[in-house]
């Protein structure tokens, strides 16, 4: 890929070697094709800039561009003004930025939409979308692991709402679609309070799935892969069953999810709620949380630091990874599609642990080679004990997406990646983590 500032134009090319220059797609009813630059434009560039001459102001804008400029062309009208003091280790918020452009929709086609989790990694591009879009959005987060900061840029904007609270406890609000994301989805996280977690992925869900049942909502819960525990069936259907460990380390999440699942098709079955379950596979992307322990984050993270890369077990287990954008296409489509019955969404590449640690390990050099970074030694890739219950195989069948939904994942593993190094070096840069 070309820097713009050599005024080449920037291709993101897909698995089949198509340029992306959207996301989403107009079907079911429903248009939620966005452009990629706008998507890009409210996550791949700095939080704030360095206080300093007019000068050094010019140049470090330069190097922002530089750095950026690889993934994103979007308006800079749109980019916060905030200031950061680098002597005095402050920062000098301001609301003094515009709002990326949204469609303005007429009343008839805008929907009112609550996510639930909407601060966390996939709730906050899915509230971006939605957004663009034009539709109104309210985000109900108790920020354990979301962070107001992945969705700041839209607090104030008149079509968006931010609420603090815990969906453990009732929530009331007039609504057309809930997405419940709410619930903490990496292992340290979800085992920190493993009660807690049980107690969200139940009384959340029944509490949400009250409120649809109150305004007649349609209802999508984004249920895991994890609901198949560690399976003896590869890749694992939707009409797959599991084999999970009832009382180990990762019950509270795996068990949690599938009665969650059992409660939603109870609302359905016995009072007619339109439900939708989304059973995502491993996602990564940028926004994604660098300390929650997930595979993709800690490879990335390690290398951009000169650390050596951490293996769990022998390297030989493998995973498929799919990229934040496609599912959102995924859920989205599911959300406005006929289909009730669980889904699985997911990218069917698969890699073993210890492959995709080599391939994070080469993008994260070309990277720093193309902005002139030199290394003092290679990252080296290092093996530990697996941890308990850690599934040896992860896969999608994604057969019933295909066909119910017309969805399927455009992204390539190392298209996506490269995104989300450069996000993570742009946050090491500006000190954010």
């Keep these: 890929m070309a820097n713009i500032l050599s005024g080449k134009t920037i291709q993101t090319m897909d698995k089949n070697g198509q340029e992306i220059k959207s996301v989403g797609f107009q079907r079911f009813g429903f248009d939620c094709e966005v452009a990629l ?3 890009r434009s409210l996550y791949l560039r700095s939080h704030y800039v360095v206080s300093a001459s007019e000068s050094q102001v010019q140049e470090l804008d330069a190097k922002e561009e530089e750095g950026h400029g690889y993934l994103t062309q979007g308006p800079n009208a749109y980019q916060s003004k905030s200031i950061f003091h680098p002597h005095t280790q402050s920062i000098s918020y301001t609301t003094l930025s515009r709002f990326a452009p949204v469609k303005l929709l007429p009343a008839s086609s805008r929907k009112r939409v609550l996510v639930t989790g909407g601060a966390g990694f996939v709730g906050s591009h899915l509230v971006d979308r939605l957004m663009l879009l034009g539709h109104e959005v309210t985000v109900l987060d108790n920020f354990f692991t979301g962070s107001k900061t992945t969705v700041s840029h839209w607090v104030g904007h008149p079509n968006f709402e931010l609420v603090r609270h815990d969906v453990v406890e009732p929530f009331m609000i007039e609504c057309d679609q809930i997405y419940h994301l709410a619930c903490p989805a990496s292992p340290p996280h979800y085992q920190f309070n493993a009660v807690k977690t049980i107690k969200t992925s139940f009384i959340g869900t029944l509490n949400m799935l009250g409120l649809a049942k109150r305004t007649k909502a349609r209802f999508l819960i984004s249920s895991t892969s994890e609901v198949y525990g560690d399976p003896e069936v590869h890749p694992q259907p939707e009409d797959y069953w599991g084999h999970v460990n009832p009382i180990g380390p990762r019950a509270c999440y795996d068990e949690g999810k599938r009665v969650a699942e059992t409660l939603t098709y109870g609302f359905h079955n016995q009072d007619g709620v339109d439900v ?12 994604m949380n660098p300390h929650d322990g997930r595979v993709v984050s800690n490879f990335i993270v390690q290398a951009l630091r000169g650390e050596d890369m951490t293996v769990y077990g022998d390297g030989k287990q493998t995973r498929s990874f799919q990229y934040i954008h496609d599912l959102i296409d995924g859920l ?3 959300m406005n599609s006929d289909e009730t019955r669980p889904v699985n969404i997911g990218n069917g590449d698969e890699f073993t642990i210890g492959e995709f640690a080599e391939l994070v390990r080469e993008i994260v050099e070309k990277v720093q080679k193309e902005d002139g970074i030199k290394l003092e030694r290679r990252v080296q890739i290092v093996y530990k004990p697996i941890p308990t219950d850690d ?9 019933r997406a295909k066909n119910s939904l017309g969805w399927q994942p455009r992204w390539s593993v190392r298209m996506g990646l490269e995104e989300m190094v450069r996000y993570y070096k742009a946050m090491i840069s500006e000190g954010s983590m």
């Design 37 to 39: 630059d706008s998507l």
């Design 276 to 287: 939708r379950v989304a059973r995502i596979f491993n996602t990564y992307g940028p926004r």
């Design 332 to 334: 989205i489509a599911l």
């Design 391 to 399: 599934p040896q195989k992860r896969r999608p069948d994604t057969t």
